[in-house]
């Protein structure tokens, strides 16, 4: 078997008035429906049952885009995903699930992917001690590396990424919103002319042409 090695970026962005946006993320998630996960519960979904703990989540909403939240949050981060795939050549987002986790001492989220094109994570608490997101190499699963991430910023990666949550050590409080999107089509005025060019000169090449 061999892997050819392709630039496979996460891309990282931060929201403007970050601030006010998470103060009202907050106060929505402390008055909205969720779940807590004890530690040593585990997490089933579907026949499938992982060793995760969270303080407070609301997976199982997921598709519901009716939620207070995420009526108010959608936008704004739709917004800014679409400047930050136009980055990539891409344009067109549709939305295949969203939900909050809340973490406290000793919750985590071990290693698992998502479905989709890519996965994304918004920080909306995220103190300094906090461990932060780590994703493994896809090209060498021996290396680990841990995004350099803050409160307010937004992060989104292709979703076979294997990727965690470590555990949180510390009497803080984690907060995230994860997602999951498809990309609906390339910008093919960003490739079409070079594809054309870079095609063209080949058969040139080929043919002894000048």
Same mark, same amino acid.
């Given at each position: 078997m061999q892997k050819y090695k392709f630039s496979c970026p996460? =891309? &990282?962005? &931060?929201?403007? /008035?970050?601030?006010? %946006?998470?103060?009202?993320?907050?106060?929505?998630? !402390?008055?909205c429906e969720g779940e807590t996960v004890d530690i040593g519960q585990g997490y089933r979904i579907n026949d499938l049952e992982f060793p995760d703990s969270f303080s407070k989540l609301d997976w199982r909403h997921c598709n519901n885009y009716d939620r207070e939240w995420v009526k108010y949050f959608l936008p704004l981060l739709e917004s800014e995903l679409t400047h930050m795939i136009y980055s990539m050549s891409y344009q067109g987002i549709k939305f295949r699930g969203i939900w909050f986790q809340q973490y406290k &001492? *000793?919750?985590? *989220?071990?290693?698992?992917? *998502?479905? !989709?094109? @890519?996965?994304?994570?918004?920080? =909306?608490?995220?103190? #300094? #001690?906090?461990?932060?997101? !780590? %994703? =493994?190499?896809? @090209?060498?699963?021996? #290396?680990?590396?841990?995004?350099? =991430? !803050?409160e307010g910023d937004l992060i989104f990666f292709p979703s076979f990424?294997? *990727?965690?949550?470590?555990?949180?050590?510390? /009497?803080?409080?984690?907060?995230?919103?994860?997602f999951n999107f498809n990309v609906t089509k390339p910008i093919e005025s960003s490739y079409k002319n070079f594809y054309h060019a870079d095609y063209f000169t080949r058969i040139r090449k080929r043919l002894g042409w000048r």
């Amino acid at each position: 078997m061999q892997k050819y090695k392709f630039s496979c970026p996460v =891309v &990282k962005s &931060k929201l403007k /008035d970050y601030k006010s %946006i998470n103060q009202k993320l907050l106060k929505f998630f !402390e008055s909205c429906e969720g779940e807590t996960v004890d530690i040593g519960q585990g997490y089933r979904i579907n026949d499938l049952e992982f060793p995760d703990s969270f303080s407070k989540l609301d997976w199982r909403h997921c598709n519901n885009y009716d939620r207070e939240w995420v009526k108010y949050f959608l936008p704004l981060l739709e917004s800014e995903l679409t400047h930050m795939i136009y980055s990539m050549s891409y344009q067109g987002i549709k939305f295949r699930g969203i939900w909050f986790q809340q973490y406290k &001492k *000793h919750n985590t *989220h071990g290693w698992h992917t *998502h479905a !989709e094109n @890519f996965t994304g994570v918004y920080y =909306v608490q995220l103190d #300094k #001690k906090s461990p932060n997101t !780590e %994703i =493994v190499d896809p @090209f060498n699963n021996r #290396k680990i590396r841990r995004m350099d =991430v !803050e409160e307010g910023d937004l992060i989104f990666f292709p979703s076979f990424f294997i *990727h965690r949550a470590p555990p949180l050590l510390n /009497d803080t409080q984690k907060t995230i919103v994860s997602f999951n999107f498809n990309v609906t089509k390339p910008i093919e005025s960003s490739y079409k002319n070079f594809y054309h060019a870079d095609y063209f000169t080949r058969i040139r090449k080929r043919l002894g042409w000048r």
